[in-house]
């Protein structure tokens, strides 16, 4: 069974240009999640998607956005870059969407490591 | 934003030494807490899942507990070895499936 995959694994970016992350997570999983890790933080939760809708989101500047597609697959967005956008962004995948099964496994992908110059 | 404390940031002990880690959360709102191992360059691997106060859960020479009462967890590893070198990091689950990391602690075991 392929695991959850994210591209592009690395990206450079110019401030003030957008990008856009892609993850695949692993087949019949329908939740997909994602983190931001910037040194000295700890993985920080952007949003989550289950069935193309987002159920949840963290405490980031609407620059930040992102869909899922009906193969679940989703996309985070991130316009306007800054410099402190620099980061790994992480996506992970569950089977059931949150609070639905608490301890539900999340897998995840080895992430984009994003800079801004 | 909930807060989920780690400790120690990080570690070196020699290989065959025994060794134990911290993670803190809140107490209250819990729905399960997780402990995953991340080595360099690759994906955060899922170590445990525990969702009852008292649970024990183990995986060969990994083993960890958790008191929600008290919030926190334990992580233990008996007779380290180099391939064990990670960082380790603890995630407090909410309702809403919400992971709050901890920042890890960073293991590395000497040969």
Avoid at chain 2, 4 to 15: G, I, K, N
């Amino acid at each position: 069974k392929a695991g959850v995959t994210q591209t592009p694994r690395y990206l450079i970016k110019t401030r003030g240009q957008q990008v856009t992350l892609s993850c695949s997570p692993i087949s019949g999983h329908r939740s997909v999640s994602w983190y931001q890790q910037t040194p000295g933080q700890g993985l920080q939760f952007l949003f989550e998607y289950f069935s193309e809708t987002q159920r949840n989101k963290g405490n980031f500047p609407g620059r930040f956005s992102g869909r899922q597609f009906s193969n679940s697959r989703s996309e985070m967005n991130v316009s306007t870059l800054e410099l402190g956008d620099s980061a790994l962004y992480l996506c992970a995948s569950s089977q059931e969407a949150g609070g639905t099964f608490p301890g539900t496994e999340a897998f995840f992908g080895q992430g984009t490591r994003l800079t801004v110059v | 934003i909930l807060n989920v404390e780690q400790s120690p940031q990080s570690l070196h002990v020699q290989e065959g030494d025994s060794t134990n880690f911290t993670c803190s959360f809140p107490s209250s709102n819990f729905y399960a807490l997780h402990w995953y191992r991340w080595e360099t360059a690759k994906s955060p691997e899922a170590l445990f899942v525990m969702t009852l106060n008292g649970d024990e859960k183990k995986k060969g020479r990994i083993s960890a507990t958790l008191n929600t009462k008290e919030g926190y967890s334990y992580l233990y590893i008996k007779g380290s070895q180099p391939e064990d070198s990670a960082t380790y990091l603890c995630a407090f689950e909410t309702g809403a499936n919400n992971l709050f990391f901890g920042t890890g602690t960073r293991l590395t075991v000497i040969p």
